[in-house]
């Protein structure tokens, strides 16, 4: 299964599905082959923290149906959700992104402040990624000095995909 390659046409997702951009919800509103669906339910499932949907036998990601939807086009890129929860699908926290601004705008899954690293010294350094390249943006006394040059050249690099934690 590949959920990003969109193989559906913007007039079938159109005409099966109803998107409501406040909650981010879809609608089923017509009948879809290979499913026992029943309009006016749901139409998508949630796995491994985002929301998927199965149409016409192919498995989607739903933030990218309702890309499509809205907008009439189909992503060229990655669809970034803005306050980095793939299961809130609500327009207003929706945006197209490349690789790296979406890369950018990730949490942090350690114990340190995004952008941080410890140093085999006891220092800490900080590196931004842009485009796959890091940027070793110096060594610091501390973690919180370290995370604070990483802001500024996230700030600087990505603009608003910037994220802080």
Same mark, same amino acid.
């Given at each position: 299964?590949?959920?990003?390659?969109?193989?559906?046409?913007?007039?079938?997702?159109?005409?099966?599905?109803?998107?409501?951009?406040?909650?981010?919800?879809?609608? $089923?509103?017509?009948?879809?082959?290979?499913?026992?669906?029943?309009?006016?339910?749901?139409?998508?499932?949630?796995?491994?923290?985002?929301?998927?949907?199965?149409?016409?036998?192919?498995?989607?990601?739903?933030?990218?149906?309702? $890309?499509?939807?809205?907008?009439?086009? $189909?992503?060229?890129?990655?669809?970034?959700?803005?306050?980095?929860?793939?299961?809130?699908?609500?327009?207003?926290?929706?945006?197209?992104?490349?690789?790296?601004?979406?890369?950018?705008?990730?949490?942090?899954?350690?114990?340190?402040?995004?952008?941080?690293?410890?140093?085999?010294?006891?220092?800490?350094?900080?590196?931004?990624?842009?485009?796959?390249?890091?940027?070793?943006?110096?060594?610091?006394?501390?973690?919180?000095?370290?995370?604070?040059?990483?802001?500024?050249?996230?700030?600087?690099?990505?603009?608003?995909?910037?994220?802080?934690?």
């Amino acid at each position: 299964m590949r959920p990003n390659k969109i193989t559906v046409s913007i007039a079938r997702a159109r005409e099966l599905l109803s998107y409501d951009p406040l909650t981010g919800v879809l609608v $089923w509103i017509s009948k879809n082959k290979f499913s026992h669906i029943k309009i006016g339910n749901v139409a998508v499932y949630e796995k491994d923290g985002y929301i998927y949907i199965k149409v016409d036998g192919h498995a989607y990601l739903a933030h990218r149906i309702i $890309w499509g939807i809205v907008t009439g086009s $189909w992503p060229k890129n990655l669809i970034d959700h803005k306050d980095t929860d793939g299961t809130n699908n609500q327009w207003t926290n929706l945006r197209e992104a490349t690789y790296s601004q979406n890369g950018a705008n990730s949490r942090s899954k350690r114990n340190l402040p995004k952008g941080v690293y410890t140093m085999a010294s006891g220092r800490f350094c900080a590196i931004k990624v842009k485009n796959y390249r890091h940027n070793h943006l110096g060594s610091f006394d501390t973690p919180e000095e370290a995370h604070q040059a990483y802001l500024d050249a996230a700030v600087a690099a990505h603009g608003e995909f910037a994220r802080s934690s």
